[in-house]
């Protein structure tokens, strides 16, 4: 986190600087907004920035990310190393369109060389707002707690109805094991109900997530690449 982040988190502070700090994280959603605007329907990818290009989650995640970006869509990701890369580089590789929403961070996070386009943000909050927003299907490859976190709030804004009931995919059965069993372990326990287990897919199938994709995002939603009309006043480039 920045030193701003770290001192708005620690309780009530000066009122000027909580205001200015709003107006940071305004700025930065408007950046956002800017930046990404017209990257078309995505698929973001989720996942550890810790794997080389030789493991197999790095390779499995660029081999998924290809066939998710022939059916159309944009692959968006966090924009920086291991299974970012990976997906990124996927979609870069079959002629489709990858973007990042790139994290500033002091150590591990750096912009990957496949984005078509990218962002960089200071606020978690606000890159995790961004990844959601122009989904409509999410990818949750191995990783760690950025990952888990990511999965879990897309997976709750769409339990609560506060986002369409867009396809959430957990690849790799044998790294999620223990996910998997707490989740069961939920359902048994009464904290989510039987219908809630609908709402991820997990496989170790490449050609199963696309077809899941084709039936619970296209076929559901239908893949839309609204023409959206450039701002010549806003100094709109077109993407």
């Known amino acids: 986190m920045t030193k ?7 309780g009530p502070q000066n009122r000027l600087k909580e205001l ?11 950046k956002g907004f800017r930046s990404l605007h017209f990257v078309g329907p995505c698929v973001t990818v989720f996942g550890s920035a810790r794997f080389k290009a030789d493991h197999e989650y790095y390779q ?3 081999l998924l990310s290809a066939e998710i970006a022939k059916l159309g869509f944009t692959i968006m990701t966090g924009g920086g190393p291991g299974i970012m890369e990976a997906a990124n ?16 961070l002091p150590f591990e996070q750096h912009e990957n060389e496949y984005l078509d386009k990218s962002v960089n943000i200071k606020y978690f909050f606000v890159r995790k707002t961004l990844l959601i927003k122009y989904s409509y299907a999410f990818v949750v490859m191995p990783g760690g707690f950025g990952t888990m976190d990511e999965y879990f709030e897309a ?15 957990i690849f790799d059965k044998a790294y999620h094991k223990e996910l998997i069993n ?11 109900s039987a219908d809630d287990l609908k709402l991820c897919l997990f496989t170790d199938s490449i050609e ?3 077809n899941h994709i084709k039936v619970n995002a ?14 010549w006043w806003l100094f709109e480039r077109k993407y």
């Not at 701003?4 to 620690?10: A, C, D, P, R, Y």
């Not at 200015?20 to 408007?30: C, G, H, M």
């Not at 989740?183 to 989510?192: A, C, N, P, R, Y």
């Open 20 to 30: 200015i700090f709003a107006l940071n994280v305004f700025y930065e959603f408007i």
């Open 218 to 231: 296209i076929s559901k939603f239908g893949l839309k690449h609204e023409k959206l009309k450039r701002s």
């Open 89 to 104: 580089k996927g979609a870069k590789e079959v002629g489709g369109r990858s973007v990042g929403c790139n994290i500033v």
């Open 182 to 192: 707490h989740i069961d372990l939920m359902k048994e326990k009464g904290t989510i």
């Open 4 to 10: 701003s982040e770290i001192k708005f988190l620690e």
């Open 60 to 62: 499995k995640t660029e």
């Open 208 to 210: 199963e997530a696309v």
């Open 155 to 169: 997976l709750t804004l769409i339990q609560t109805k506060m986002l369409n009931e867009f396809p959430i995919i």
